[in-house]
């Protein structure tokens, strides 16, 4: 009886680590929202969910929300996105809200596209509920990037594009790579991997004097799974 307690014990941390990445794959929102423009808002949307702190990790010393490092590449910049967009720890005292906000900080700089983008973001990060869960077992993800381009069918959506539909150094990289989860039960390491690829909707302005550095930001993100190619 103890063995199969065991046994059962580890599946179930399997299963809760696996159920992650499948809801993830289901919850996508499907957005190549830079042609057809953002959404409007709307007035019956849920206010976001408090952030839950833990005890002993609220002073100085508490880690502050994960940043993306810029860059004036576009390649390298939707990288770093990626990489940030995956990389998570439940054990950190972070809530799925303040891995949002790092990336939401190199958004659009107009604002018109960030209502958009944080709803991509929250499609790829776990629900509060599934991030209590999963902090149980002390789970952390990251990404293994496998390689990264500009799709073909970012040169036909540029084509069909109105003149000034899109901003100033507008461009669309698919990231391919594998998602990595681990946990620990009772001191054993758990571990689980999926492909994933997505492209990630960013743009690299020339500098100007209001805008000197021409650092990247990033517009939009697709559906998990559903890149351009």
């Known amino acids: 009886m103890k063995t199969n307690l065991a046994s059962w014990s580890r599946g179930r941390l399997i299963a809760v680590i696996a159920a992650g990445i499948v809801l993830l794959l289901l919850v996508g929102i499907g957005v190549y929202g830079l042609i057809t423009g953002p959404r409007p808002p709307r007035d ?13 990790e609220t002073g100085p010393e508490a880690p502050g ?17 990626a990489e940030a967009l995956f990389g998570w720890d439940t054990g950190s005292g972070l809530m799925p809200l303040d891995y949002s906000a790092g990336i939401l900080e190199v958004g659009d ?3 018109a596209e960030q209502a958009g983008l944080a709803s991509d973001i929250a499609a790829y990060l776990p629900s509060r509920e599934a991030w ?4 149980q077992y002390a789970t952390t993800q990251r990404l293994v990037i496998d390689r990264s381009f500009v799709p073909e069918a970012w040169d036909q959506a540029v084509e069909q594009a109105q003149p000034g539909q899109l901003p100033p150094g507008a461009t669309a990289v698919t990231i391919e790579g594998t998602r990595h989860r681990a946990g ?3 001191g054993e390491p758990v571990t689980a991997e999926q ?3 997505f492209t990630v909707f960013l743009a690299c302005p020339p500098p100007t004097p209001q805008l000197r550095t021409g650092l990247c930001h990033v517009l ?4 998990l799974d559903n890149p351009l190619r």
């Open 109 to 111: 700089p107009s604002g």
């Open 132 to 135: 209590i869960e999963l902090r």
């Open 184 to 186: 620990v039960w009772n």
């Open 44 to 56: 019956d949307a849920p206010a976001p969910a408090p952030t839950v702190t833990v005890p002993g």
């Open 195 to 197: 492909s994933v690829s």
């Open 220 to 223: 939009r993100l697709s559906q």
């Open 65 to 81: 929300p994960p940043l993306v490092l810029p860059s004036h590449d576009p390649d390298q910049f939707a990288r770093n996105v």
